[in-house]
């Protein structure tokens, strides 16, 4: 367990405070295998029913194909498979979300195919903790950008740019499970 | 901005002065205003002592004018006239001294964020300008005077801009190359120093795009420029020491204008009689003007009018055939401000008075007061007739130590002057032509020239390269007027014909053009989907009416996209040629270089990328493929070689040909080199493609295997990997001793494609129908299968290797039995192979896209992906790859051309 209170925690208290206060602000949340998930609602450009999706072999597994974006090719991601998470069958419920960020120059578009948006909520600088260290269960936790708690609800915040460019990030599901665990 | 402003005004400022009639308060207003202006910007731009001296003459000037004595507005006009010449100076040192300590307050005073734009601005306009200046070159070697007067705008805007943002190698050397550009010198000696000045400013816009320090000071070409000049300076002294007989006309031609015009002014100033009023009104003469000592002036005048009235017929006969613009008829008016001063101080009356009617008469036109029609024209060529007469009077004079005639029809003449020049326009005398009709032609058929003269001329011509209109100046002696009537008849019926076919063009922004064109293919495919929706048929008709014109006006409007984009070849093409004959040059061999349809248009960045592919396929072609001259003689070929750029359109695609008429490709020696390195077996056979195929391998081209073979092949795999880029083909063709053709086969355009949608188990492909041979349903005699392993196909005597798609993509529920399916042949660089799918669905026009960002970035089976009519995205094969995989091993595409087919060929026939 990632135990609170070591002394880079100590030292570095200033620095949380900081980067709470940074990250307070709206989130889109969304469900993926009962988890909770949330996207800082700018990088939202929109959302659209599971539509036709063209499959391309021959690449990574977790991309689900391409879809025709008003005139724009766009890569969809099956967040579930990208997380290591159990494939299911899409419901009603399924949706991608079009996300779109800028580094550099250049913007990406990228959708992501989830099981259930739930709200756009906001999350205030006192909600969110540091992202829990996962060294332990090998993990990186360079792609959370925190952890938000509101009702006993935990959302796990998610930065979508370093989730969709990092090639591996299976290990997201496990960090989920100890963020339920550590609320718990 | 106020930089250049401020050069502006002093230009306008010594032409005013030049122009400046000291009688007349009107032109000293002019001065006066200009000079406040002067005042004003120079205080804006820092100069404040200079500005403090302007005003100062401005307050004189304002009351010289306010008195009404004649002499104290002359004593005004010389004061101006030696102001002027130490303003010039002392600005031009002010600048210089800024310009050398780089920026106290261009950039520094200036808006960073603004300067990079306007930086960012100067790069490109640099870039254009010099993609612009070979044409230009070539144009002006040719002897276009057009393209010379453009070459000289385009230096001398981009000098401008540089002065103004604080770049001052770039306007040192631009303006020594402007100074340059001035002084008489060879076409062939220009054009390689122009050249010279071309690659250097390319290589300094290149470093400056990228934020990279100078690495040349541009001190070499300064020094081939002839070095700075410092004009001013010269023309401050030179005012007022210069013996007025000593202007000759190249110092008129080829200094900045201020000299010429300031000795000028001083010259009339010293002995400006008033127009006389009555002349006599028959020949009369009067006693010898001149003394002793002014005989030899006498002398260096009449060798310089001469000189002077040649330029002036020139200069009549371009604007004839070119139109008047301001740089020639500023030359007309030069020449006769020069005769006129020279001539006053020489007491020439008659010249001074017939010099002077037209001088005002072009000084009409040149400030737009009045057109340069035809009948100023003749006018003019009437009065250098007469000035040739009288300057012969004067040496007739000079030389018998008689007293000068004088003529009578100087007075005609001058009335003539005077009523034009009052805006009464004289009848012209004309020619009939018609269109297309040749100069001597016309001259012949208005019975100004006889038939044996033009005959004669035309003869002559073909040594002399001249016009027929200079020629039949210089041997018949047909008057330049008369020539210059013909030639306007000529261009009437030029004009007639094209009556409305002046084009504008504008500027846009590429990255607009690539939005709209890509917008349009949207439309064009949203179109197809509602137009071929089921239940179109459902609605009225009046609707699906509507819907029609929809369909054709999208159609119109894809048309206009993609010619949007589209540029003629003959830019690339032209630098072609100039690299051919700096090739030939260096290597000793005589080459011509034939163009042929540099008209043909394509994408834009398509002939971008043509430019890598066709320099290293020309270098190759004047290195290897090309003999000596001694060699080429030996063969009993002509000395002088051909090397061929050709290009048109052929079947919805565009051909690019080069060809050479060199030795060939020496395909046993390739061969040899082949099998050494292991690329063939021992004594396979390959068909002539398949041997100049082995030509692009990388690393064929090795120096020793340049020289084994007969040198083909250095930078080929960069040629047809680039054109491959593109989607174009390449294909060689070579006949030992007679040449070798290299034909490149590209698409129209890049952003659209012909694409066949196949179907292979649940998923659709597009494959580009360029890369298409044939699609053919196989029988089962047709099948082969090697080693247990390798399938093949024998299509028409060819074996092909079988590539079963759904297994190299993981697709499901394709047909596995090759009989029950369709098998495309596809060509690839290594090869053609035969492509097992289910179906050809249909052929489709699609927008090329990039697939999008998180598709595993090291797949290569993919070229891109396309929106389908159906709305769904679909995925465009990459033929290179996937013909690869079963030609290469696994590899795909340029590693994997080891070419194991004919090898395989082999064992095929040992299991037969």
């Known amino acids: 367990m990632a135990t609170v209170g070591s002394e880079e925690r100590q030292e570095s208290l200033n620095g949380v405070e900081e980067a709470a206060h940074r990250l307070a602000g709206k989130y889109m949340t969304f469900k993926l295998a009962n988890e909770e998930y949330g996207l800082e609602i700018l990088r939202v450009r929109e959302i659209i029913g599971l539509m036709d999706i063209t499959r391309v072999p021959k690449t990574r597994d977790y991309v689900r194909g391409v879809i025709n974006l008003r005139g724009k090719v766009v890569t969809v991601v099956d967040l579930r498979v990208k997380f290591a998470m159990e494939r299911t069958e899409s419901t009603d419920q399924t949706v991608i979300i079009v996300v779109q960020w800028s580094a550099g120059n250049t913007s990406t578009t990228m959708g992501i195919l989830v099981d259930e948006v739930l709200e756009v909520m906001n999350i205030g600088p006192e909600q969110i903790e540091p992202p829990p260290d996962l060294r332990a269960s090998k993990g990186d936790t360079d792609f959370i950008l925190g952890i938000g708690k509101a009702e006993k609800r935990v959302i796990c915040l998610l930065d979508i740019a370093k989730v969709l460019s990092t090639e591996e990030v299976s290990y997201v599901s496990a960090l989920s499970k100890e963020g339920t665990t550590r609320s718990a | ?912």
């Open chain 2, 1 to 912: 901005m106020t930089f250049s402003n401020c050069e502006t005004l002093f230009d306008d400022l010594t032409v005013c002065t030049l122009s400046v009639d000291f009688g007349e308060p009107k032109s000293l207003q002019r001065c006066q205003q200009l000079l406040s202006e002067l005042s004003s910007a120079l205080l804006l731009e820092g100069f404040s002592e200079l500005a403090d001296d302007v005003r100062k003459t401005v307050e004189l000037l304002a009351a010289a004018l306010e008195s009404n004595r004649k002499a104290a507005r002359l004593k005004a006009a010389e004061l101006l006239e030696i102001k002027l010449a130490q303003l010039t100076a002392a600005f031009a040192k002010a600048r210089e001294a800024r310009l050398l300590d780089l920026d106290p307050s261009s950039l520094a005073n200036s808006d960073p964020m603004a300067n990079a734009e306007l930086l960012a601005d100067f790069v490109v306009n640099v870039r254009s300008v010099v993609s612009d200046l070979d044409p230009l070159i070539e144009a002006m070697r040719q002897g276009d005077l057009n393209a010379e007067g453009e070459i000289k705008r385009r230096v001398h805007t981009i000098k401008g801009e540089s002065g103004m943002l604080g770049l001052p190698i770039l306007e040192r050397t631009l303006h020594a190359a402007e100074s340059y550009l001035e002084r008489p010198a060879s076409a062939w000696e220009r054009c390689d120093h122009l050249l010279e000045l071309r690659d250097w400013l390319a290589d300094r816009v290149e470093e400056l795009g990228s934020g990279r320090p100078f690495d040349n000071d541009g001190a070499e070409l300064q020094e081939v420029f002839g070095g700075r000049q410092s004009a001013p300076n010269v023309a401050a002294s030179a005012a007022r020491t210069a013996l007025p007989a000593k202007v000759s006309l190249p110092a008129t031609a080829g200094l900045p204008t201020s000299l010429s015009g300031l000795t000028n002014s001083v010259v009339s100033f010293l002995g400006f009689p008033p127009p006389a009023s009555a002349t006599e009104p028959v020949n009369s003469t009067v006693p010898v003007p001149w003394d002793d000592t002014e005989a030899d002036l006498v002398a260096e005048f009449l060798r310089e009018s001469n000189e002077n009235l040649g330029s002036v017929d020139q200069l009549l006969l371009e604007i004839e055939q070119q139109g008047a613009d301001a740089e020639r008829v500023n030359g007309l008016f030069r020449v006769f401000h020069t005769l006129k001063g020279v001539a006053t101080f020489l007491h020439l009356t008659q010249i001074t008075e017939l010099s002077h009617t037209t001088e005002t008469m072009l000084d009409k036109v040149r400030t737009g007061h009045l057109t340069s029609g035809p009948g100023v024209l003749d006018l003019v060529f009437d009065t250098t007739t007469t000035l040739r007469k009288l300057a012969q009077c004067v040496e007739k004079s000079l030389q018998e130590g008689c007293p000068l005639q004088l003529l009578a029809e100087v007075a005609t003449l001058i009335e003539r002057t005077r009523a034009v020049t009052a805006g009464v326009l004289p009848a012209v005398e004309k020619f009939e032509a018609q269109l297309g009709e040749k100069l001597g032609t016309i001259l012949e058929n208005s019975g100004a020239v006889a038939h044996e003269t033009i005959e004669d001329c035309l003869a002559s011509q073909r040594d002399s390269g001249r016009k027929l209109g200079e020629e039949l100046m210089e041997r018949a002696s047909i008057a330049p007027k008369v020539i210059a009537q013909a030639i306007r008849a000529q261009n009437q019926a030029v004009v007639t014909a094209n009556a409305g076919k002046l084009k504008e063009v504008v500027k846009v922004d590429l990255e607009r053009v690539d939005r709209l064109v890509e917008a349009i293919g949207e439309l064009v495919i949203v179109e197809s989907m509602v137009s071929n929706a089921p239940e179109i048929l459902m609605l009225p008709t009046y609707l699906r009416t509507h819907l029609g014109q929809f369909a054709k006006i999208t159609r119109e409007l894809q048309e206009l996209g993609m010619c949007m984009r589209m540029v003629p070849l003959r830019a690339e093409f032209q630098k072609m040629t100039r690299m051919i004959r700096d090739l030939a040059r260096r290597s000793g061999k005589t080459i011509r270089a034939e163009l042929h349809g540099e008209a043909t248009e394509m994408d834009r960045s398509m002939v971008e990328q043509l430019a890598d592919p066709l320099v290293h396929l020309i270098r190759n072609a004047v290195d290897h493929g090309i003999e000596t001259p001694e060699e080429r003689l030996r063969s009993g070929k002509s000395e002088v070689a051909t090397v061929t750029l050709a290009a048109a359109h052929e079947g919805g695609k565009i051909v690019v040909e080069i060809s050479d008429d060199g030795r060939g490709i020496n395909r046993d020696a390739v061969l040899r080199k082949a099998i050494s390195r292991g690329l063939i077996a021992e004594g396979a056979s390959l068909s002539d493609a398949e041997v100049y195929d082995l030509l692009f391998m990388p690393g064929f081209s090795t120096a020793e295997a340049v020289t084994e073979i007969s040198g083909r092949g250095v930078g080929m795999d960069v040629v047809k990997r680039n054109i491959e880029a593109i989607r174009g083909r390449i294909t060689t063709h070579s006949v030992p001793g007679r040449g070798t053709t290299f034909r490149l086969v590209l698409p129209l355009t890049l952003a659209i494609i012909d694409g066949m949608v196949i179907r292979c188990g649940t998923e659709r492909f597009i494959l580009p129908t360029l890369s298409i041979v044939e699609s053919l349903q196989p029988t089962a005699d047709m099948l082969f299968r090697v080693t247990g392993k390798a399938e093949l196909v024998l299509v028409r005597g060819e074996t092909l290797p079988l590539v079963r798609l759904d297994r190299i993509l993981g697709v499901d529920g394709a047909e596995p039995d090759p009989t029950k399916a369709l098998l495309v042949i596809v060509e690839s660089v290594g090869g053609r192979a035969a492509m097992l799918v289910d179906d050809v669905v249909m052929k489709q026009q699609v927008v090329i896209k990039t697939l999008g960002s998180g598709i595993d970035e090291t797949q290569v089976f993919y070229a891109g992906a396309a929106i389908l009519s159906n709305g769904r995205v679909g995925l465009i094969l990459n033929v290179e790859a996937i013909a690869g995989v079963a030609l290469g091993g696994g590899r795909p595409a340029l590693e994997a051309i080891s070419t194991p087919r004919p090898v395989v060929e082999n064992s095929v026939s040992q299991l037969n």
